[in-house]
């Protein structure tokens, strides 16, 4: 399967973002509406939910519908408040140890669903630059401020009221500063799956915080995970990911004083850590690593790369191809 990747400026939301909704609208409007428009919350319920939890995000959020031309059940979908279930897979960790930190990460899902946007914006003052989900949420991204955030599933399959995680993760980049301030809104904010997020700040403070809808937000020094949540209880899909295997060998690597920089990086684009069974439905997207200091965001493929910068963000396009066989 081919994708191509695109990496685009869009300082406000129009036109860019209208270009990319109505693209992908109609196919995110069959997801939403799988289950039927009553299993949905309503528009009342939504609007109430970002203005209990993220007021700050909605002026943002009605720009947004507004500037794609969104209709009531539009704005539904993008305030992601009780989406449907997703589930990735993906590996990633800070490394603090030596020199500048840096957060490495490999994102596993299936090609045919993924945005494949890479989103420079200054929406509230700040410049973001993100890896998109849901048109404006955020996968994996980083601010001005060098704050940087990316998302694990959690390897659980209870599903209830909160938010699909990268709406989260987007306010936590608009508005946070520091790896103490995004815990804060993790611990606070309610995820509506179990999801880790791995978080690390320009002075070298990183976090894994473990959120789900059915238990309090946990959040752990370790600078890593994979796709579980203490001992796994879906035993299925945790051998199906091999989440014991890839956050072990993490752990294993960060702790080993030979370990380099680089050489970290690298196992990022080797299994197990990279994932080449689309068969299977899910794969290695992209390896992204975020450089707070530098301000710099490195998009890797084990033949390919693309480098972007926060200060100088250049648009372009990256042709990718992934085997399904």
């Known amino acids: 399967m081919h994708r191509t990747l ?30 039927g428009e009553s299993a949905r919350p309503s528009g009342e319920e939504c609007r109430a939910a970002l203005r209990r939890y993220m007021p700050a995000l909605v002026p943002t959020w009605e720009r947004v519908v507004d500037d794609v031309g969104g209709d009531e059940l539009a704005a539904r979908f993008l305030s992601l408040w009780c989406p449907r279930p997703f589930m990735t897979g993906c590996s990633q960790a800070a490394w603090t140890r030596t020199g500048s930190p840096f957060l490495v990460r490999n994102y596993d899902y299936h090609p045919a669903l ?37 998302l694990s599933f959690g390897g659980r399959r209870v599903v209830g009221n909160g938010f699909g995680l990268p709406i989260i993760l987007r306010y936590v980049l608009e508005f946070c500063t520091t790896t103490a301030e995004a815990t804060e809104v993790l611990c606070n904010v309610p995820s509506h799956m179990a999801y880790n997020v791995t978080v690390l700040d320009a002075g070298g403070d ?9 238990r309090v937000a946990e959040v752990l020094v370790q600078p ?8 796994p209880d879906w035993e299925e899909y945790a051998r199906a990911t091999r989440t014991l295997e890839r956050d072990a060998l993490l752990a294993e690597r960060l702790a080993d004083p030979a370990e380099t920089a680089d050489r970290f990086i690298d196992r990022f684009l080797e299994p197990p850590l990279l994932v080449r069974e689309f ?20 998009l890797l493929w084990p033949a390919q790369s693309l480098t972007c910068s926060i200060a100088d963000f250049r648009e372009s396009e990256i042709e990718l191809h992934f085997p399904m066989q």
Do not use: K
């Not at 695109?6 to 209208?18: F, H, K, M, S, V």
């Not at 990183?206 to 059915?214: E, H």
């Not at 890593?224 to 001992?231: F, K, R, V």
């Not at 068969?279 to 490195?298: D, F, H, I, N, Q």
């Open 6 to 35: 695109r990496a685009i400026r869009a300082e406000q939301a129009a036109p860019r973002l209208d270009e990319l909704f109505q693209r992908a609208w109609p196919e995110y409007r069959r997801w939403y509406l799988r289950d």
């Open 279 to 298: 068969v299977w439905g899910w794969g290695t997207l992209y390896t992204t690593v975020y450089r707070p200091a530098e301000g710099r965001v490195e």
């Open 224 to 231: 890593h995970s994979t796709n579980h949540q203490g001992i």
């Open 206 to 214: 990183a976090r894994t915080v473990r959120v789900g809808p059915d």
């Open 114 to 150: 993924w945005d494949a946007v890479l989103l420079w914006t200054v929406w509230n003052g700040r410049r973001v630059i993100a890896m998109a989900d849901c048109l404006w949420g955020v996968l994996d991204g980083m601010n001005d401020a060098g704050l940087v955030v990316a």
